[in-house]
């Protein structure tokens, strides 16, 4: 596809609920990332990807969150018994990759996840 | 922990004005973007700057980038309704490919 897509762009679950939230980037792009954004704020970095390796994980804010990329290319965030303050919007953004500086990261739309 | 601080935080002005966008840190950064998010969409790439001091115009946005690495800001010049939106700040941290985000500034701009 031309861009980043993600699925679904909604989700509402009920606490204590699975949910599973895919990330397809652009073609051939070496990198991905995943980012919580809260109501009115900033996106917050969750997780980094190089290919399949996952090389930072340090934002995921509890062992409930994980996130794969098995074959390099679609990501899922897979977050567990999800909590109220699970609520936010999860961004996915890829980029190739040059030694030494900061690729220009395109983002998918978001998943809206609303915890009930 | 590094943190980005943008202010203002909210940002209404008439068509015709001119504004700026502060984004300050007591952190280095390895680069600083801009990004630009509408609703319901991911934040859209304006301008990254990198050299310290470094300032990059796209048409009546003017970017700089403090001589320390530190801090940026964004000028627009005769703000059009178009402009509005939300305006993020993310620096490239040294070492990593992650972007930390200022918590960004929502701007409208009035006919």
């Known amino acids: 596809g031309a861009g980043v897509s993600q699925s679904p762009r909604y989700k509402v679950a009920k606490r204590g609920q699975d949910v599973a939230l895919r990330c397809d980037p652009i073609s051939g792009h070496v990198s991905l990332f995943w980012y919580q954004q809260a109501l009115g704020q900033g996106p917050e970095f969750l997780t980094y990807?190089?290919?399949?390796?996952?090389?930072?994980k340090s934002g995921l804010p509890s062992d409930r969150f994980f996130a794969e990329r098995p074959e390099g290319s679609v990501s899922t965030l897979k977050i567990q018994r999800t909590q109220q303050e699970d609520s936010a919007v999860y961004l996915c953004?890829?980029?190739?990759?040059?030694?030494?500086?900061?690729?220009?990261?395109?983002f998918g739309p978001g998943t809206r996840l609303t915890v009930l | 922990t590094q943190l980005l601080e943008q202010s203002p935080q909210f940002l209404s002005i008439q068509e015709g004005e001119n504004l700026t966008v502060y984004c300050n840190s007591s952190?280095?950064?390895?680069?600083l973007q801009w990004y630009r998010q509408e609703p319901g969409e991911g934040p859209v790439l304006l301008v990254t700057?990198?050299?310290?001091?470094e300032v990059k115009k796209l048409k009546r946005l003017t970017f700089q980038f403090g001589d320390a690495r530190k801090d940026s800001s964004l000028h627009i010049t005769a703000a059009q309704p178009g402009d509005t939106g939300l305006y993020l700040c993310a620096g490239g941290v040294q070492g990593a490919q992650k972007l930390v985000f200022g918590q960004g500034t929502r701007l409208t701009i009035n006919p």
């Open positions: 990807f190089q290919n399949e390796a996952q090389l930072d």
């Open positions: 952190s280095v950064f390895s680069s």
């Open positions: 700057v990198v050299t310290g001091g």
């Open positions: 953004a890829s980029s190739s990759w040059t030694s030494g500086v900061v690729n220009e990261q395109f």
